[in-house]
């Protein structure tokens, strides 16, 4: 009877298991069944051939071309066509990565990969990038709701002939859950993505952790609204003054249009609301703000906006005419620096119809081209990276919050989390005038951030499409609230450009939105940044637009745009382009061609070293240096500041550099108690903590004496040349233990490498590490760490004159998603020589293989 | 995993029966290729058609019969014939795949990539093919347990 017992269960266990699955081990015996199983997704890796396809919707017939590597083009005889085959053929190579995206901005990622994202849920739901969409979509209308229409069915025009042949990308056969019908709110929900991770940052949370931690006065003088060192703003002035625009109460709320309200109550504010304590209240906000920064800190890589390092150029003037005999009057160089991805976050494309043609990067789930060039004018973009994210702390009592003098009633939403593997989860989400209540630890803490702000964001997108010079580019981007970008331009005339559209969203005089604001209603954002007044500029007499994410206004700017705390880039690469694209454009025999660009692209220069090291090397002259101290300080003396992977001394300065900071800030950070644990992307004292670097910059070169150098008990080294022969001492002791004895050995490509993981987190899948050149200052940035995954996404380069427009790209990755296809990764070689390739022309055939999609 | 102190002794007589005959050498292994072509082809075909416990299912079939006691149905002569079957029965779609120029090798990298094993092809297609042998060696033992138990049962 054992025998039996034993035969059974086991026997039940495995069918089960296999059938259905159990805790996150997905139902096996399905999704390996070799005839349907995730073994079908190969059919998906089949390099592409030349078909016709059948398809529901489409008007009339559609051609498809690819070049050899993949890069496509899409012709069609209308624009619902061809948004229609566009959702078609991003669904074609990119249908796991779409539905991930939604999945993560829906708060529906743990139903396809457990109990380890409901945290990542949880926090999207409350966010409401659901909600916000709904609301957009509501609000959509013209070219933008008929192309999100047709391209929804595209989308599902393949969903339905996969699901017909069985051949599901391994995603979903491995994990059992399949995608549901694309909506154009989906679309709508991945622009939020978008947003979000472009736009929502946590600069206030991390500044009331630091003040409780540092004081009141270090904080002024460490992280100031202006930056400390010298920088290249792109719109130097003259500004426009004009009074705010105003905007409704609660415009980037997200609440829904439908929602539950709770029932409460109208009255007086309860006397302990009115008479806080205020160092209580700084101390619960602190609390609040790490509690929020730790739920923060669980949500997958890239969620939120950490690095600045993204490329937008434009030169124009007789350096560009006179090297191309006048058939070229500007360039345009553009690298959006984003992490770097399995599949990308891009996908190439031109695009065809009757007035609509335009080519160069698309976003999979989204209709148009976010980067490229039509026949007049080419754009990229950067972040902006002003302040967006304002955050209040609320007196809540029950389902009522206090604010403008009297209790109101929260917005209540519910909402359910199926989780794979584990039950359903419930939450509630609470909303108040300012917005969606994240945090009810310590304080109860809402935020206000422009991207919930309903943004018709598509409608911009497509009006810039098919924009033929400045005023109507700039026109389309009226449209634009979040998230804040610096839309570079250059047109076939030889005119040069940048405007920064969106949502600055200013506080009444007093308030202090570097910091959780009390929701009160006192410091509720009453305004926004007219348009006529964001940060722009056209045809400078210098020929040059260098937007390099550093701060784009001087401080003359009449606005509040945010502090050196908001991920503003330290300056450095844009001061060294603007530094290199000047020296051509306006010496007389200059010359600025395409390869000038390129070679500007794939700079490994820090400029930051070529500051700084003067005042190291003299610091270091006076040291008692040991014999493999002075190797190393040998290496830097002949060193060009270029971080190649061959360089030694590359591995000396930065090493020294992240010492540097530690030997002045660290012992602050250490008596303060810090929780870096919280955030330590934000909070712990490394190069990244952009302020930092531009404090010791600063005081390195004009401030040697600064108190912080003598540390918080006042023993430090108290002076800048003190600390760099300290912080030297310990580089070259750090880099002895980890790469040996010999200097001349510590090549910075045995420190530092760059990786492109697979978007499932799934080891095998990603490219890398490989060891690599570069670091977060240079123009080639490489960010996030010593084997870096944020950077350059895509590179392109236009050159525009009376011919027109000629584009030539690259990203690291290929334009499928399956990892069995050779254009998985086919473009990460060229990518990583520096190397282009022609951005294939609207209207043209692409390539020897081509699709025809009949209707 | 089946307990092999369950399973009847390799040519030997099933649990609860007097010995029989063995049958003749070319007999036997007519037997056993008939039940490894069947349980082959039926497993592939079924795979096909997405009934991935077609392996367990032949497994009981083999299971019952050797049980029974049948003239060359042992576990040599059935039980492992099927298991065997079934493995390449599984395998003959992939083959299949493979022959039509589909890019099994680096699909069976990203299967075994999303399975959290080893990124390597052979480790997700020895996975696949072991969890045919499972199922089928599950499924007989199953089948002669219960069998064994009844007969036992019967005899009180």
């Known amino acids: 009877m054992i025998n039996v017992a034993a035969a059974v269960v086991v026997s039940a266990l495995l069918l089960f298991v296999l059938g259905f699955g159990y805790g996150t081990i997905p139902a096996l015996g399905p999704a390996l069944d070799p005839g349907r199983g995730a073994w079908t997704a190969s059919s998906g890796g089949q390099p592409v051939t030349s078909q016709r396809l059948t398809i529901s919707g489409l008007d009339a017939p559609v051609t498809v071309s690819f070049t050899s590597q993949g890069l496509a083009s899409i012709n069609a005889g209308s624009t619902h066509d061809l948004f229609l085959a566009l959702g078609y053929v991003h669904a074609r190579f990119r249908l796991s990565e779409m539905d991930a995206e939604r999945r993560l901005g829906e708060g529906r990622l743990a139903q396809l990969a457990g109990p380890s994202d409901v945290a990542s849920d949880q926090f999207e739901l409350k966010l409401g990038l659901l909600r916000t969409a709904r609301n957009e979509w509501a609000h959509t209308t013209g070219l933008a709701r008929a192309a999100l229409l047709a391209y929804a069915q595209g989308v599902n025009d393949d969903i339905a002939q996969v699901r017909a042949a069985g051949n599901w990308p391994a995603l979903f056969t491995m994990s059992g859950v399949y995608p549901q019908p694309w909506t154009p709110v989906d679309s709508l929900v991945i622009q939020g993505v978008l947003t979000q991770e472009l736009d929502y940052t946590t600069g206030a949370l991390d500044y009331a952790v630091l003040a409780k931690s540092l004081g009141a006065a270090n904080m002024t003088d460490w992280f100031p609204v202006l930056p400390k060192n010298a920088q290249q703003p792109y719109d130097p002035g003259p500004y426009v003054d004009a009074p705010l625009t105003p905007v409704a109460a609660g415009f980037a709320s997200s609440v829904p249009r439908t929602s539950t309200v709770a029932s409460a109550t109208t009255g007086t504010v309860t006397a302990g609301a009115k008479s806080r304590d205020r160092s209580d209240q700084s101390g619960a906000t602190a609390v609040a703000a790490a509690s929020l920064l730790d739920q923060i800190s669980q949500l997958p890589a890239g969620s939120i906006h950490h690095y600045p390092d993204s490329n937008a150029w434009a030169v124009n003037g007789p350096a560009v005419s006179n090297a191309n005999g006048g058939q070229e009057l500007a360039l345009l160089g553009g690298d959006p620096h984003l992490p770097q991805t399995l599949p990308s976050v891009w996908y190439e494309v031109a695009l065809s119809a009757p007035g609509y043609q335009v080519a160069g990067v698309s976003v999979p789930g989204l209709p148009g081209i976010l980067l490229g060039h039509n026949a007049h004018i080419a754009w990229s973009l950067t972040d902006t990276q002003n302040s967006a994210t304002y955050y209040y702390t609320e007196d809540v009592k029950g389902d009522s919050y206090y604010t403008d003098g009297a209790w109101r009633p929260l917005t209540v939403v519910h909402y359910t989390i199926p989780v794979r593997g584990a039950a359903t989860q419930h939450m509630t989400v609470k909303i108040t005038a300012q917005g969606p209540i994240m945090n009810q630890v310590g304080q109860t803490m809402a935020v206000d951030w422009m991207g919930n702000a309903p943004s018709d964001d598509l409608g911009a997108l497509l009006a810039v499409n098919q924009a033929t010079d400045f005023s109507q580019f700039k026109a389309a981007l009226a449209g634009w609230h979040a998230p804040t970008q610096n839309f570079t331009y250059a047109d076939t005339a030889g005119n040069i450009g940048v405007i920064a559209p969106g949502y600055y969203p200013q506080v009444p005089a007093g308030c202090t939105p570097w910091e959780p604001m009390p929701g009160t209603g006192a410091c509720d954002i009453d305004g926004v940044i007219p348009a006529a007044a964001v940060p722009q500029a056209y045809d400078p007499p210098g020929h040059v637009i260098a937007d390099d994410n550093q701060r784009p206004v001087t401080s003359a700017y009449p606005y509040y745009i945010g502090t050196a705390l908001d991920f503003y880039d330290p300056g450095y690469r844009a001061y060294y382009a603007h530094q290199a694209l000047s020296a051509q454009a306006q010496s007389p025999g200059g010359s600025l061609t395409p390869a000038s660009i390129a070679a500007l692209q794939n700079s490994v220069t820090d400029s930051l070293a070529g500051r700084v090291l003067p005042s190291v090397l003299s610091a270091l002259s006076s040291a008692g240096l040991s014999g493999q101290e002075a190797q190393a300080a040998a290496l830097l003396r002949s060193w060009n500041d270029a971080m190649q992977p061959t360089s030694a001394a590359a591995s000396v300065w930065w090493t020294f550099w992240g010492d540097y900071l530690t030997t002045v800030f660290q012992p602050w950070w250490v008596a303060g108690k810090v929780p870096v644990g919280k955030d330590p992307t934000d909070l712990k004292v490394t190069p990244g903590l952009a302020p930092l670097d531009e404090d010791l910059e600063a005081w390195t070169l004009g401030d040697q004496s600064n108190a912080a150098f003598a540390g918080p008990s006042g023993h430090g080294p108290n002076t800048a040349r003190a600390a760099i022969v300290a912080a030297f001492k310990t580089a070259v002791t750090h880099l002895s233990s980890q790469l040996g004895g010999a200097p001349a050995t510590w090549t910075w490509g045995r420190l530092h490498s760059r990786s492109f993981p697979s978007i499932t987190g799934a080891n095998g899948l990603g490219y890398g590490p490989r060891a690599a050149g570069g670091d977060p200052f240079t123009e080639d940035a490489a960010d996030g760490g010593m084997d870096a995954s944020t950077g350059p996404s895509w590179r392109m380069i236009a050159a525009l004159g009376p011919d027109g427009v000629s584009a030539q790209g690259v990203y690291p990755g290929g334009q499928s998603e399956n990892p069995a296809s050779p254009w998985y990764t086919n473009l990460v070689p060229l990518w990583w020589d520096g190397e282009y390739l022609p951005v294939p022309e609207p209207g043209a055939t692409a390539g020897p293989t081509t699709w025809r999609l009949d209707g | ?156």
Not at chain 2, 31 to 50: D, E, K, N, S, Y
């Open chain 2, 1 to 156: 995993m089946a307990d092999p102190a369950a399973l009847p002794v390799p040519g030997g007589p099933a649990p609860g029966r007097s010995a029989e005959p063995r049958p003749a050498g070319r007999a036997r292994v007519t037997h056993r290729v008939a039940a490894f072509v069947v349980a082959a082809a039926a497993c592939g075909l079924l795979a096909w058609a997405g009934v991935w416990f077609a392996p367990f299912v032949f497994g009981v079939a083999a299971g019952a019969l050797s049980a029974r006691g049948l003239r060359g149905t042992g576990l040599r002569g059935i039980v492992l014939p099927v298991a065997v079957g079934a493995v390449v029965g599984w395998a003959f779609p992939v083959w299949v795949l493979a022959l039509a120029g589909q890019p099994i090798g680096a699909t069976a990298r990203s299967i075994a990539a999303l399975a959290g094993i080893p990124p390597y092809a052979g480790v997700a297609v020895t996975a696949v093919l072991l969890l045919a042998a499972l199922q089928a060696l599950c499924g007989a033992w199953l089948a002669l347990s219960v069998y064994r138990s009844a007969l036992a049962f019967g005899r009180r």
